[in-house]
């Protein structure tokens, strides 16, 4: 028997493998029909005399259900209608709950979601000792909750506390972590689940749980504890009161769907499974609805997108293989970028320094990277071993005459850069690409000293480069296309969305990043306190406030950037007089632990003497903290719709993505043009226009936002502003470099 995307193979020991395989799809996703047909065949089992037991399983290669399919739930248009699909989806689930003959799940691949919660629903479940297994509840990363019954089934199976700490993360557990969890019943190697799950089905006929009286219960310690924190009232109050403090520490309370969650889990826990289950499809249903959940799947389309994009316009395009990439600079950029090029692209890496010490030191670093791996048993040491001879060192050009794309990582220097294009050039082919991993240097200049311009390209890491998921890539106007095709398709293979961007001061990252950092600066001129600046900005949703970012950049390269910007653009990038101040008391921030905030040893928090040298009494309520937050953060997006308008983008969706994974802008508000088109043009424009009324030229609207809001078009959508058509009279200088 077979339905669309579900097939049933009677055996003859009684056991039917239910498998299920959407035509056409590289992954399973419950769509839209999934209720009627999982209907439709758990019916018939249930009905079929022959049929003893069930093994679920799916039929592709290497994945199980990767969820349910988001453009179905992005569909739904109101609450009601969210709690409707939920429900329905609950019938599904209760059926193969309560399906009379034991039903096993076989797991191989990806259970995320609602693949997860589908598994939760059969009587026990099989997985594969591979790594491409992994399980989870991620729905919260999409600002939903699950609406399979999993608020209620996962504390069920694995308790409380660890329930709540995959679904309010939406982190994935490899199989042998779900054993200990108790999320699964049996770890195997592929080539042997099918028959392990129908051997634990036929197992499970006529079986019933013992039930354990209260004192077995308790000889067991997880058994107490589970039963002290969340089968008693107090224990109850505690550990969700506990939780929800944890979470508003992290969230600030931006994100409704993990309050939602906790709240869901407890009233099923107080109340019944029946309750809980209708909480969830009416907390589903509301959060279907919100902006949080909206911008956080544009997110999630986004980066699908990009991992379909050459980078260049012409589909007749092709990236050439990347075989060998050289490494200049063995410092922590250089050797991050090292450990994600061997580590993750799976390509060696001829690392390179001027001496023989920092060529160890570049190497320590990726083996310290690759120890904790072992330590966290993602590596065996025989793994790391043969892992870290992917990376050779030296101090000279040897080795790079067969090498594809050389990297560079040294200092802001344009000389340097400049001799280290010729000597590339001379030691190796060419046509070998050369990357400027520069942060501020115009890729302009760098490849005026090239013999071959047109191999010269930009590849900006974000450090610490093996954790941030951004690769900016840069490119001029004599940048052959293939390259930027083959620099794209090498760093997808490290692991990164990459997004690419046109040549300029800043690039888009800096240049969106240095008016919000300058703005801080601003307000700490004006006497508003530095703790309360930053923590207004954490309420806003960055991960990091500007005054400790300043401090972890480096106060002296804030200052550097600083002044080409200004160069650059004008007074509007003017920072305030007191900033100087800083440099001259040799305050450079966390790197010599004088900055903003106290370190070593010394007592945490702000260093009140920075008052003093800068000359300004801190007043707590000289600015609300919803003007501090609107400030900084209108600062960072107006420069981004300049950068639109200036045609530095080649699209919102990129911007918003550079924005989101690369310098922490709030992911629950999409990124600075999805925050745009949400709040609308002319609110933004209006809160802008008054600010420069109040503080001058640095809040001059860009130009693109005053189109926008004349015509009515939005950065998404059906009739969407085009990059690059709205430069104003405030376009960005030739690239330059002050000596």
């Keep these: 028997m077979a339905n669309e995307g579900l097939s049933i193979e009677k055996r003859s020991d009684g056991v039917a493998i239910v498998r299920m395989d959407i035509p056409g ?163 195997v190697p592929p080539s042997i689940l099918l028959e392990t799950a129908a051997a634990l089905a036929l197992e499970r006929v006529g079986y019933v749980p013992p039930r354990e009286s209260f004192i077995e219960q308790l000889r067991d310690k997880d058994s107490v504890t589970e039963f002290a924190l969340s089968k008693n009232p107090v224990g109850r109050k505690i550990l969700f009161d506990q939780a929800r403090k944890q979470l508003h520490k992290q969230t600030r309370g931006n994100y409704p769907a993990q309050d939602l969650i906790i709240d869901i889990v407890k009233t099923g826990l107080e109340d019944g499974f029946e309750a809980g289950l209708a909480a969830e499809a009416r907390g589903f249903g509301r959060l279907l609805t919100t902006p949080e959940a909206a911008n956080l799947m544009s997110i999630f389309f986004a980066t699908t997108a990009l991992k379909k994009d050459s980078g260049v316009d012409d589909p007749n395009v ?14 922590l950029m250089g050797a991050g970028i090292a450990y994600v090029t061997t580590a993750v692209a799976k390509i060696p890496v001829r690392l390179k320094d001027r001496d023989a010490d920092g060529v160890m030191a570049g190497l320590r670093y990726v083996r310290g990277i690759i120890d904790g791996r072992v330590k966290r048993k993602r590596l065996t040491e025989r793994q790391a071993d043969a892992l870290m001879l992917q990376t050779t060192g030296t101090t000279s050009y040897e080795g790079f005459k067969d090498i594809d794309v050389v990297i560079e990582a ?91 961007v046109k040549d300029g001061v800043g690039f888009y990252t800096s240049r969106v990043l240095a008016p919000m950092m300058n703005e801080a600066a601003h307000l700490v001129a004006e006497g508003v306190p530095i703790e309360k600046i930053d923590s207004a900005m954490l309420d806003w949703g960055f991960p990091v406030g500007p005054i400790k970012l300043t401090d972890e950049v480096g106060i002296d390269v804030g200052a550097k950037v600083g002044k080409i910007m200004l160069e650059a653009f004008g007074e509007r990038m003017a920072a305030p007089e007191g900033m100087k101040k800083l440099i001259d008391d040799e305050r450079f921030g966390r790197k010599n632990g004088r900055g903003f905030y106290l370190y070593g040893d010394k007592k945490k928090g702000v260093d009140e003497s920075v008052y003093e040298v800068l000359g300004v009494t801190p007043n707590n309520k000289s600015v609300s903290n919803e003007d501090i937050a609107w400030r900084c953060a209108l600062q960072f997006v107006n420069e981004a719709c300049r950068c639109f308008g200036d045609g530095i983008l080649r699209s919102a969706r990129d911007g918003d993505i550079g924005a989101v994974f690369g310098l922490g802008f709030p992911p629950f508000r999409g990124g600075p043009f999805r925050f745009v088109d949400q709040v609308g043009a002319k609110e933004i424009l209006g809160r802008l226009r008054e600010l420069e009324k109040q503080l001058g030229p640095r809040f001059s609207p860009a130009p693109v936002l005053e189109e926008i809001a004349r015509s009515g078009q939005t950065f998404h959508g059906s009739d969407p502003v085009q990059p690059g058509q709205s430069r104003g009279n405030q376009a960005p200088s030739s690239p330059r470099v002050s000596a």
């Design 25 to 187: 799809e590289a992954m399973n996703t419950l769509k839209s029909d999934f209720i009627e047909t999982f209907t439709e065949a758990f019916s018939s089992i249930e009905n079929d005399p022959d049929i003893k037991a069930v093994v679920f399983t799916s039929g592709k290669k290497d994945s199980f259900i990767a969820g349910a399919d988001i453009t179905m739930l992005e569909a739904v248009t109101s609450a009601e209608e969210g709690e409707r699909v939920s429900r329905e989806g609950h019938k599904v689930m209760n059926q193969i709950e309560n399906c009379p003959k034991p039903v096993v799940a076989a797991i191989h691949g990806v259970a995320l979601g609602g693949g997860l919660e589908v598994a939760l629903a059969c009587h026990a479940r099989v997985v594969t000792d591979s790594k491409k297994t992994q399980l989870g509840l991620p729905e919260a990363q999409l600002g939903l909750l699950p609406g399979g019954g999993g608020t209620q089934r996962l504390p069920r199976q694995i308790g409380v506390q660890a329930a709540l700490d995959l679904m309010l993360t939406g982190k994935n557990v490899n199989a042998k972590k779900a054993l200990k969890l108790g999320l699964v019943d049996v770890v």
């Design 318 to 331: 092709e990236p050439r293989e990347v075989n060998k990439v050289g490494m200049l600079g063995a410092g």
């Design 410 to 500: 040294v200092f802001e220097d344009l000389s340097l850069k400049e001799r280290m294009v010729r000597d590339v050039e001379e030691a190796g082919r060419d046509d070998v690409i050369f990357a400027s991993n520069t942060s501020s240097l115009p890729i302009t200049m760098i490849a005026a000293a090239s013999k071959h311009p047109e191999t010269v390209i930009g590849m900006h890491y974000f450090s610490p480069v093996h954790k941030m998921p951004l690769l900016e890539i840069i490119v001029t106007d004599k940048t052959a296309d293939w390259v930027t095709a083959t620099c794209v398709k090498l760093g997808k293979k490290q692991g990164k969305h990459v997004i690419v």
